[in-house]
RNA sequence: GGGGUCGUAGCUCAAUUGGUCAGAGCGCCGCCCUGUCACGGCGGAGGCUGCGGGUUCGAGUCCCGUCGACCUCGCCA
């Protein structure tokens, strides 16, 4: 008995009530068997669904002995009618669970060894064995459903900008080292013996060639390459939406950007996003927020209170003041039920968890009511005066039964500790409200940022951003003042995208590259070609580049990255299922002219 | 590159202070079971405790090294 498996139906997850009656043939793999020694209960899957399989051995006694040979993870036809289900039989928490498909006949098209993990959502096991069994990881629903997501958000990328008089122009991978920070993949020349091609960290340069070439209005979904370590929410190798414009000031690039994700959010998630996206500056999101990709979902706002911690005998506020530095705190609303356990003394305290990131503590106090005042207890309330305990409380809004938490540190410091500890703490107490989406822009970025190691000055964006121009005049008096034409899309604390207008005057790139340190010569070293192409009239140009995976990641509710790939690699840039990267033959190091320099086994 | 946690059956984990500690659940295999959907019942197989050294009468347990995973800092937009 052969069945013609490639007239199939549909999937297994759409058959529904209106094919009762229906002979359909079904392809998929065994799920789950229920196996009553008569009748034999198989759940098919396919990348749509599941659907219930009844094999009766009164009515098709081969089919059913075939059934009883199949295990977890075969792949099968089958052949049969769809029934209702008796009214007692239907399985509520099954998309197809008003039917069932009675089966006349069976194929058993491959078997399969027993998996080592089941193929469902919500199992507990490795990373690793995940990815080195990548094939059967990415049978489980969610996964299927996240790479289909991806594949939609994709598709509305190229519908939209299509749309929009956009052209997808694709750049090179083999191509010359970036200016950007990371660390670049090198690929050695054969024919070029001793040079080597970097893989793009982004195409960058590439899509500012494609300005002054005329395109207008380019588009690319790219993929990236950094040679960094991995995180959770970052890969070796992932990709961008690309995208550059020509005559164009910052409000029209961003409206494009606004307008694809407003499109993206209502057709795939049906969730209508209000635009214009609100503005943030970069100096308030630090501020308030600690941190230049604010989680606006909750509240939970940095407040400043150096100047009443100067009047405190309190070492630990003194000290940082005195060397220039900052003493800022959150107050939590009903935060004095924390208990100090949970503060400072368990393994996963607040406090540890700071010191973790390089806090010496975490200075508080709860409030309560005395004397018809609110006063601080415990912590380090003893170092407040009553006046300062009253200022205190009108500055940040302190209420009976309240805690206040201090960070007091260098700026930078106090930023990343506060930032930190609202995350922390919004988590904790479940202060993050459900389904909201709070998209933003990030704006007023200052071009410009001074490292103490080296002592000069870095791009926070790139090289090429253009300062505002009302700014210009600071690239020459106070440089750190200049703020860039930059902007970043940020959503529930999550950089989407980011961008910036580029600077399309020879001249005013010629500042840059002195203020970062860059000499004439080392620039037309380094990018040459950029420079060559601003002297042959280069249009205003600028655009943004979005993460594809983060797009997904937040569009599926996954809380990695990895899960928006078809084939991650590990921490360690490792793929457990290919084992790349791997050792290659001498023949070909030898063509490549390269010789290994190994550090000695200890 | 630094710090931390972890590595025991196919999977997830347990095993006082170093001393019957080679265990559980799930999975797997066999038999039974006609309505299950976490099917059920009975029985069974399955382990170089990541790898290499060391301490000890004795090591899954302690020490050193190594490999790998995860978290975190650095790095990275």
């Given amino acids: 008995m052969t069945i013609a498996y490639n007239e199939r139906s549909c999937y297994c997850g759409e058959v529904d009530s209106a094919r009762i009656g229906q002979t359909i043939t079904l392809c998929g793999w065994v799920a789950t068997r229920r196996d009553h020694g008569g009748m034999v209960f198989i759940d098919l899957r396919d990348r749509e669904g599941l659907v219930q399989l009844k094999f009766n051995p009164e009515t098709d006694p081969p089919a059913h002995?075939?059934?009883?040979?199949?295990?977890?993870?075969?792949?099968?036809?089958?052949?049969?009618?769809?029934?209702?289900?008796?009214?007692?039989?239907?399985?509520?928490?099954?998309?197809?669970?008003?039917?069932?498909?009675?089966?006349?006949?069976?194929?058993?098209?491959?078997?399969?060894?027993?998996?080592?993990?089941?193929?469902?959502?919500?199992?507990?096991?490795?990373?690793?064995?995940?990815?080195?069994?990548?094939?059967?990881?990415?049978?489980?629903?969610?996964?299927?459903?996240?790479?289909?997501?991806?594949?939609?958000?994709?598709?509305?990328?190229?519908?939209?900008?299509?749309?929009?008089?956009?052209?997808?122009?694709?750049?090179?991978?083999?191509?010359?080292?970036?200016?950007?920070?990371?660390?670049?993949?090198?690929?050695?020349?054969?024919?070029?013996?001793?040079?080597?091609?970097?893989?793009?960290?982004?195409?960058?340069?590439?899509?500012?060639?494609?300005?002054?070439?005329?395109?207008?209005?380019?588009?690319?979904?790219v993929r990236c390459f950094r040679d960094e370590d991995s995180r959770k929410d970052r890969q070796p190798e992932f990709t961008q939406l690309d995208v550059e414009m020509s005559f164009v000031q910052m409000p029209d690039v961003m409206t494009v950007a606004e307008g694809y994700l407003v499109r993206v959010w209502k057709e795939i998630l049906g969730v209508t996003l209000p635009t214009p996206f609100p503005r943030m500056p970069y100096s308030q999101a630090l501020a308030e927020y600690g941190i230049d990709r604010p989680d606006t979902r909750y509240d939970l706002r940095?407040?400043?209170?150096?100047?009443?911690?100067?009047?405190?005998?309190?070492?630990?506020?003194?000290?940082?003041?005195?060397?220039g530095g900052a003493v800022r705190c959150i107050r939590v609303p009903g935060g004095a039920d924390i208990s100090q356990s949970e503060i400072e003394k368990a393994d996963n305290s607040l406090q540890n968890m700071l010191k973790g990131i390089g806090a010496g503590g975490l200075p508080y106090v709860k409030i309560e009511l005395a004397d018809g005042k609110p006063t601080f207890k415990t912590g380090v309330a003893k170092f407040f005066s009553p006046e300062a305990t009253a200022e205190l409380c009108e500055r940040v809004g302190a209420e009976p039964g309240d805690a206040i938490f201090f960070a007091a540190?260098?700026?930078?410091?106090?930023?990343?500790?506060?930032?930190?500890?609202?995350?922390?703490?919004?988590?904790?107490?479940?202060?993050?409200?459900?389904?909201?989406?709070?998209?933003l822009w990030v704006i007023d970025f200052p071009l410009l940022e001074h490292h103490a190691e080296d002592n000069r000055y870095y791009a926070v964006h790139h090289p090429f951003t253009a300062p505002m121009d009302e700014d210009l005049h600071l690239l020459e008096s106070d440089p750190l003042k200049a703020r860039a034409k930059a902007y970043d899309v940020v959503v529930n604390g999550v950089e989407l995208a980011g961008g910036s207008i580029r600077?399309?005057?020879?001249?005013?790139?010629?500042?840059?590259?002195?203020?970062?340190?860059?000499?004439?010569?080392?620039?037309?070293?380094?990018?040459g070609f950029l420079l060559k192409a601003l002297r042959h009239g280069p249009p205003p140009h600028g655009g943004f580049a979005m993460g594809v995976d983060r797009l997904v990641m937040l569009l599926c509710g996954l809380d990695s990255l990895q899960d928006t790939f078809s084939f991650p690699k590990t921490a360690e840039g490792y793929c457990p299922l290919t084992l790349a990267p791997s050792p290659v033959d001498q023949k070909q190091l030898d063509e490549l002219w390269i010789r290994l320099n190994l550090p000695a086994k200890k």
């Fill in 302 to 323: 940095i407040k400043d209170v150096g100047d009443i911690a100067r009047k405190t005998d309190f070492k630990v506020f003194t000290g940082p003041l005195d060397k």
């Fill in 409 to 439: 540190d260098s700026v930078d410091n106090v930023c990343k500790f506060l930032s930190r500890l609202r995350e922390e703490i919004a988590r904790r107490r479940n202060l993050i409200p459900a389904g909201l989406w709070n998209f």
């Fill in 503 to 527: 600077i399309h005057r020879a001249d005013v790139q010629s500042t840059v590259f002195k203020l970062l340190s860059l000499t004439q010569e080392e620039a037309e070293l380094k990018f």
């Fill in 65 to 221: 002995e075939t059934a009883g040979r199949l295990r977890s993870e075969f792949c099968i036809a089958v052949r049969g009618q769809v029934a209702a289900r008796p009214e007692s039989m239907i399985n509520p928490r099954m998309r197809t669970g008003q039917i069932e498909v009675n089966v006349r006949e069976i194929d058993i098209l491959s078997a399969s060894e027993t998996p080592r993990f089941l193929v469902e959502d919500d199992i507990n096991t490795s990373d690793e064995l995940r990815l080195e069994y990548r094939f059967l990881d990415l049978r489980r629903p969610r996964m299927q459903r996240s790479l289909i997501t991806r594949h939609r958000a994709v598709k509305i990328i190229r519908d939209y900008f299509t749309d929009h008089g956009f052209i997808e122009i694709e750049t090179p991978f083999l191509t010359k080292s970036t200016p950007e920070g990371a660390r670049d993949f090198l690929v050695p020349s054969r024919k070029q013996a001793g040079s080597f091609y970097a893989l793009p960290q982004s195409p960058q340069l590439f899509k500012q060639l494609l300005m002054m070439s005329g395109f207008d209005k380019y588009m690319q979904i």
